[in-house]
């Protein structure tokens, strides 16, 4: 039982990078980026799920 937690916990960091590698990415403010990187840094599934569902899309930034 303790591989599954373990591949969980794998599962959860390689999605919560994901999510920040996206959110600093993203073409919002900086503020925003900050909120949204502490947001699922402190909470790593709700905030991956909320960000999924209502965070910062990956738009690149206009020139």
């Not at 925003?32 to 569902?53: E, M």
Request: positive net charge; proline residues 5%; glycine residues 12%.
């Amino acid at each position: 039982m303790v591989e599954v937690y373990g591949l969980g916990g794998l599962i959860a960091l390689a999605l919560s990078i994901w999510a920040i590698v996206s959110i600093v990415s993203s073409g919002v403010s900086t503020g925003a980026k900050v909120l949204w990187v502490l947001f699922v840094l402190v909470l790593p599934i709700i905030g991956f799920i909320v960000w999924l569902l209502a965070g910062p899309r990956g738009s690149p930034r206009s020139v």
